[in-house]
């Protein structure tokens, strides 16, 4: 982890291909519009979320140390995150599913630490602090939600994606980045769009992948919770969105029951929701993923989940009915009468159990893949695996003997047993032989001059799951997104207009009293006409200083503006709403 970030016994818990994902926040880059920009969502949010929101928001609010005026500090907020047993990281933007979910799973919030422009201050598709820390932190400090939160991540991280799901993940990523890039050029947004549309209608049967991110999307991102007919509102995305927020309780916004269909629904992250399903309680949000996880993979095993693997043409496992693991990329079964007969990987490839490396079967042992026969012997009703000391010898499997093994499914393996591996309840889960011949039908598998044949033992595939057994046995250091965050070099203009934020700022928090408001706000008109925030800004100090004449001046330029800039204008008069409310507390 890089020195500049803080840690803590949460984060020191993190593997080192997660840790790979985190940079500093370099809190001192958010600027004085940043800070503005946070403060007026926060401010309407919390104003607006406090009747709409699900009861933990503002509870959570206060445990998780996100103030409402400033942009959180992570290193602050960790320090009270870990008496509730998480923490957080910064990220830069989208990181891949597995990533995200896998941080879940070790109780660590991933927050994407640059924040939206000005100019879309009520909705960005990418992800941001407003999204990440005001919208999932406070939820987390529910237990319940907690808890279903890192068994999301962790059944999350084990799906299994497809081929293109990746590249649709770089498709997101990158149209996210330009969406919310200032000076964007529009025909790239628009070929962007059209990419991310292109492989969404041609991505064939969902994946693992794209079937849990749809209940992560409906439940974690875009949640309700209590009754159809008054839903209550928990999705970071909707907790995050002073737009989608109040748009999402009306009725223009279909509501469901949320059940295991919600698995079926697609998404499009660029554009509002047109429905939402509602939870009852968060309780029953573990009874689906449960429901969901039972269709996995992970939990089935079998040919399907093997040739899932290989569709994925990623780093995978399969566990065996002795508890053996295989980890590597899948690229070979084969099947008789449709069932599994033999597996086989292509590259590194390293054998654990129980999440372990076996040792001395690493990927430099089985550098160019592995194969290995699955099922019963021909002929004997007894598995390999059940076979006690007494019955290995009675069928000559046994330490220099030469044998052939003949499985149902016609895979022949012929050659000298050098030794075995046996579990810790005494089951053999490999066998080692040299001079070995491995063949199907007139196929040869495996030829004495490759050297030493490892044959995994096992009557059945029990599991199969993204990523390695053991997260120590390859190399995963291995993320380059295709695209970065964009931030462009600050004009001098820009400069300016921050620096009247920031004097703004410091007279509001009484860090410099001598600061002339009216002399702001003329500069403000004068060279920054189309600016509101600071405008309001300038308009809440007024009114609490009796400065009528100035109050009166800001309201003016305020409805020029409306008129010049209609589509401002209605989160002027929320700010002013909002302004109104409380100097007249």
């Not at 089935?300 to 065996?320: M, W």
């Not at 860090?511 to 600016?531: C, F, G, Q, Y």
Request: hydrophobic fraction near 35%; charge should be negative; charged fraction near 25%.
């Amino acid at each position: 982890m890089d020195n500049s970030i803080e840690s803590n016994n949460i984060l020191n818990r993190l593997p080192k291909h997660l840790r790979q994902f985190i940079k500093p926040q370099n809190y001192e880059d958010y600027s004085s519009i940043d800070q503005a920009v946070w403060r007026f969502v926060m401010r309407k949010n919390v104003d607006f979320l406090s009747k709409v929101a699900h009861k933990s928001y503002l509870d959570g609010l206060k445990q998780t140390g996100i103030s409402i005026d400033s942009i959180p500090n992570m290193y602050g907020m960790n320090r009270i995150l870990k008496d509730i047993g998480w923490a957080a990281v910064a990220v830069d933007g989208f990181i891949p599913p597995n990533a995200f979910m896998e941080f879940q799973a070790y109780n660590v919030l991933v927050i994407a630490s640059d924040i939206r422009q000005l100019e879309h201050i009520e909705y960005t598709p990418a992800p941001d602090i407003i999204h990440e820390g005001a919208g999932h932190a406070p939820i987390i400090a529910n237990p319940e939600y907690a808890e279903y939160l890192r068994r999301f991540g962790e059944i999350g991280c084990k799906a299994i994606s497809s081929a293109k799901d990746y590249e649709l993940y770089e498709a997101v990523r990158h149209l996210s980045i330009i969406k919310e890039a200032p000076d964007s050029n529009e025909d790239n947004i628009a070929s962007a769009e059209k990419k991310v549309e292109e492989l969404q209608k041609n991505m064939g049967e969902p994946s693992e992948m794209a079937l849990i991110r749809n209940l992560h999307w409906w439940t974690v991102e875009y949640g309700l919770i209590g009754t159809i007919e008054d839903p209550k509102i928990y999705g970071a995305g909707l907790l995050s969105s002073i737009g989608e927020s109040a748009w999402c309780l009306t009725d223009a916004v279909k509501k469901y029951p949320y059940t295991i269909e919600a698995t079926f629904k697609d998404f499009d992250i660029t554009k509002p929701q047109p429905q939402l399903y509602v939870t009852p309680d968060f309780a029953h949000l573990s009874l689906i993923l449960e429901e969901f996880a039972n269709t996995m993979a992970l939990r089935k095993g079998g040919l399907p989940g093997v040739k899932k693997l290989i569709n994925s043409q990623a780093l995978g496992t399969i566990e065996l009915s002795t508890g053996i693991q295989i980890s590597g990329v899948f690229n070979k079964v084969i099947e008789a009468n449709g069932t599994l007969i033999y597996i086989q990987t292509e590259g590194e490839t390293a054998l654990s159990y129980r999440e372990k490396e076996l040792v001395g079967h690493g990927i430099k042992a089985h550098k160019n893949g592995f194969g290995s026969p699955i099922g019963k012997l021909k002929g004997i009703n007894l598995a390999i695996e059940d076979m006690s000391p007494r019955d290995l010898s009675a069928y000559d499997i046994y330490e220099e003997k030469t044998i052939t093994l003949e499985f149902e499914g016609g895979i022949i393996v012929t050659g000298e047993i050098i030794t075995g591996k046996r579990n810790l309840q005494g089951k053999i889960i490999l066998i080692s032989f040299k001079n070995c011949t491995v063949k199907h039908n007139d196929t040869i598998l495996f030829k004495p001059e490759w050297g030493n044949y490892d044959m995994a033992v096992g009557k059945e595939v029990v599991s199969a799951f993204s990523g390695p057994a053991d997260l120590n046995s390859f190399d995963l250091i291995t993320h380059t997104p295709t695209s970065q965050t964009i931030h462009l070099k600050k004009s001098e203009k820009r400069f300016q207009l921050e620096t009247l934020y920031q004097q703004i700022r410091d007279y509001r928090e009484q860090k410099n009293n001598t600061i002339s408001r009216t002399k702001v706000l003329e500069e403000l008109i004068k060279n920054h006409p189309t600016d509101w925030l600071l405008v309001v800004e300038i308009y809440e100090l007024a009114l609490l200083g009796n400065e009528s004449v100035l109050a009166k001046n800001c309201m003016k330029h305020l409805e020029t503006i409306k008129q010049n800039k209609p589509q401002v204008g209605r989160l002027i008069d929320d700010g002013l709403e909002i302004v109104n409310q409380k100097t007249a507390v």
